[in-house]
């Protein structure tokens, strides 16, 4: 008889985007960042634990020294993202890469500053009351940013620099699993003029991916009889690999969707086990969201050692044992079954090892981490 679970868990992260206000005189620089920090300035958190940019996972409250966002950013003359959308390109920042430093300050060049025209001007609906336009002003900048930096090898593209808008991303997972990338994106932060001093503006980040581990155990006939278990690798197969990431802002209800569209490529997944103490992370896949094939699969390499005994004097192992299972197979506690890998969600596929069999339990559990400051974000 097969046993399922399956654990499921909401891993949001938040990031916060400090930017204060500029003058545009750069020989006024350095006394302006001394006194009233007029400079765009940028200050980035994570509040969630276990997020990889390739080797290196972010187990604290805050990003490591190196880690680099990408920035987006907009200028509106006189007018609104909402008008603008639509013939806007990146024209004021355009993949901005942003990297924190060993003081714990995050830094980029050329320094930006904000527009001087911040007066006069109302947003009105337009003739036909469909969306914001200006009368006359204020200067306006729109931002959002990605997280990691993009890379030739990290599997993210971007949309060009002539792109309107935020256009559509290209994200293709790596086979390797310790190659994969948590690929996050923030909600746009739209129409800002020049803020107060000490003012931030938030960027909240969220996963983009689904997150997949694997708990693989011994039958408790066998830990009775004092066997371990050595995890070779595990294998995911027939799984989408390959999609196109459209974000776009409702004005409307002040948030970003985002939303996988071509989603191809089934591909064979595969995680180099560790079995170090403390590098538990590195067995972690991210993956695309996506509809689970009928023939997706998880499978296990693994070795069973035996203790010496009366018997055995020296002890004996079964090597290079492997089986799998169908991802289909898996039920939540309601008894339906688990057809998907949503977007910001974490899945843990927990199975049991006998010598004859792979036992494979399903269940299926909302989490949100208060401890860490994880907030659902609004739809």
């Known amino acids: 008889m097969t046993k399922r679970r399956i654990h499921t868990i909401f891993n949001l992260v938040a990031g916060a985007l400090a930017l204060c206000g500029c003058t545009n005189h750069e020989g006024e620089f350095f006394e302006a ?3 009233d920090h007029s400079a765009i300035l940028f200050g980035v958190y994570s509040a969630s634990p276990s997020t990889r940019a390739g080797d290196s996972y972010i187990t604290t409250t805050s990003f490591s020294e190196g880690d680099a966002i990408g920035v987006m950013g907009f200028y509106h003359d006189k007018s609104t993202w909402d008008s603008d959308k639509g ?3 990146p024209n004021f920042m355009y993949d901005q890469a942003v990297i924190k430093k060993e003081n714990g300050s995050w830094e980029y060049s050329p320094l930006k500053y904000w527009p001087n025209e911040t007066d006069g001007g109302e ?3 337009d003739v036909d009351g469909n969306g914001a336009t200006s009368k006359g002003g204020p200067d306006r900048l729109s931002f959002y940013g990605y997280y990691p930096y993009r890379t030739s090898d990290n599997g993210i593209t971007l949309p060009t620099n002539e792109t309107p808008g935020m256009g559509t991303w290209n994200f293709e997972v790596k086979a390797n699993a310790a190659e994969q990338v948590d690929f996050m994106m923030s909600q746009l932060v739209p129409d800002m003029t020049k803020p107060k001093i000490g003012e931030t503006i938030e960027l909240k980040f969220s996963h983009l991916l689904s997150r997949v ?4 155990t011994l039958s408790d006939e066998l830990v009775k009889d004092g066997c371990t278990l050595e995890i070779q690798q595990v294998i995911f197969g027939q799984i989408y690999t390959d999609g196109e990431l459209t974000p776009e802002y409702d004005n409307d209800k002040k948030t970003t969707t985002f939303k996988w569209n071509n989603i191809q490529s ?3 997944l595969y995680c180099n086990w560790s079995n170090e103490k403390g590098k538990e992370n590195n067995n972690v896949f991210l993956m695309l969201p996506q509809t689970l094939q009928a023939d997706a699969t998880l499978a296990i ?4 050692t035996f203790p010496a005994d009366k018997d055995n004097k020296y002890g ?6 492997s089986g799998s299972v169908l991802l289909s197979k898996g039920k ?3 008894g339906n079954t688990v057809e998907s890998w949503v977007m910001n969600k974490a899945y843990q596929y927990n199975v049991e090892i006998n010598l004859d069999e792979i036992l494979f339990d399903a269940e299926v559990y909302d989490w949100i981490n208060a401890d860490y400051g994880i907030k659902e974000l609004d739809d």
Do not use: F, G, N
């Open 87 to 89: 013939t806007l390109e």
């Open 266 to 268: 089934p591909e064979r």
């Open 316 to 321: 004996y192992k079964y090597t290079d044992m």
């Open 301 to 304: 390499k693994y070795t069973i």
């Open 123 to 125: 947003t009105e609906k």
């Open 33 to 35: 960042v001394k006194h």
């Open 332 to 334: 939540d506690q309601s």
């Open 213 to 216: 581990t694997v708990a693989a």
